[in-house]
Nanobody, 123 residues
Framework: QVQLVESGGGLVQAGASLRLSCAGSGRTFSRDAMGWFRQAPGKEREFVAHITRSGSSTYYTDSVKGRFTISRDNAKNTVYLQMNSLKPEDTAVYYC????????????????WGQGTQVTVSS
């Protein structure tokens, strides 16, 4: 079974950058597409980014296009989310998840989730 642990969150000023990491374990990690989601207080969990199992294709929600980059290093069993030009509205708990199939932006299509890492962007 895949286990996922996020790290790299923190408190930063608007305009700053952070890189989140998601360390995975399990023999099937390299065969799983991966996604990043976020959830702000009182809000629904929303899709942020997705990367295919080989890393050949990526997808993003409109609000982060041009600012965030998802990548993976299968040899290290790790997926990353590089976040640049952070805005206060990016404040949320960020989760990585393993994709089980189906459309990439639907939370119900992900079967393994990390514990989340807090990202807070102040103005």
């Amino acid at each position: 079974q895949v286990q996922l642990v996020e790290s790299g969150g923190g408190l930063v000023q608007a305009g700053a950058s952070l890189r989140l990491s998601c360390a995975g374990s399990g023999r099937t990690f390299s065969r799983d597409a991966m996604g990043w989601f976020r959830q702000a207080p009182g809000k629904e969990r929303e899709f942020v980014a997705h990367i295919t199992r080989s890393g050949s294709s990526t997808y993003y929600t409109d609000s982060v296009k041009g600012r965030f980059t998802i990548s993976r290093d299968n040899a290290k069993n790790t997926v990353y989310l590089q976040m640049n030009s952070l805005k206060p509205e990016d404040t949320a708990v960020y989760y990585c998840a393993a994709h089980g199939g189906g459309t990439y932006a639907h939370t119900g299509n992900y079967y393994y989730w990390g514990q989340g890492t807090q990202v807070t962007v102040s103005s």
